[in-house]
């Protein structure tokens, strides 16, 4: 399943220095720019695979900054600023979907994923990359991981995104989403087998 979900792309861990937060906590706005530019991506990356709404990611993102703005002196640095601004963004996420939740709304499934860029190209495609035939088959490909991945509970989203897409322990995943190793364990082999069965059709486009 691995070689699937970490189709969806794989972020490096940035580390920011003690002097960015020292910075951000004296109120330094050039530091709040700084951080802003330096995690923005991330950030709006993982609340747009979690809700599939462009609109709903955006807003995500503001919120995580005006909160890092109005509460880094709440920072205590027990976690690296990035992880703190995870769990801030993974928050946010998590109202947005009980928001919906509640009002039993069906939110449109975007496909229009190109402009964003938001989706790495699998790595196991090279070898069709001179085909047209085959970017198209890696372009739906992405496009079904994406819609896969909305169809897994909102919890399992969450583990299985911050797993095998932002490649955080499962220690780093429990401490995120408030809950005790085994759930994380467990959310993350319900919503990988859940993936591989609907993904079987593509899998055997691939010679499987």
């Excluded at 919890?155 to 809950?179: C, F, K, M, P």
Aim: charged share 30%.
């Amino acid at each position: 399943m691995s070689e699937l979900t970490r189709a969806f792309g794989s972020t490096d861990s940035l580390g920011e220095s003690d002097q960015l937060v020292y910075r951000l906590r004296e109120g330094d706005e050039q530091a709040f720019v700084e951080a802003f530019h330096l995690y923005k991506d991330f950030i709006y990356t993982l609340a747009f695979k979690l809700l599939n709404d462009k609109t709903e990611a955006m807003d995500v993102t503001q919120e995580v900054f005006v909160t890092l703005f109005r509460k880094v002196g709440a920072f205590r640095g027990d976690s690296s600023l990035k992880t703190w601004l995870y769990r801030v963004a993974i928050n946010q996420a998590t109202n947005r979907n009980r928001w919906w939740k509640r009002r039993f709304q069906q939110r449109t499934l975007s496909l229009d994923l190109s402009s964003h860029n938001l989706l790495a190209k699998p790595t196991y495609l090279k070898s069709y990359a001179a085909s047209p035939a085959g970017e198209c088959y890696s372009r739906e490909l992405r496009q079904a991981l994406q819609q896969s991945l909305q169809r897994l509970s909102f919890d399992q989203r969450v583990a299985v995104t911050l797993r095998d897409v932002e490649g955080l322990t499962y220690e780093e995943i429990a401490e995120l989403t408030s809950a005790n190793v085994g759930t994380v364990k467990s959310r993350i082999a319900r919503g990988r087998e859940k993936l591989r069965r609907l993904l079987r059709p593509y899998r055997k486009g691939l010679g499987e």
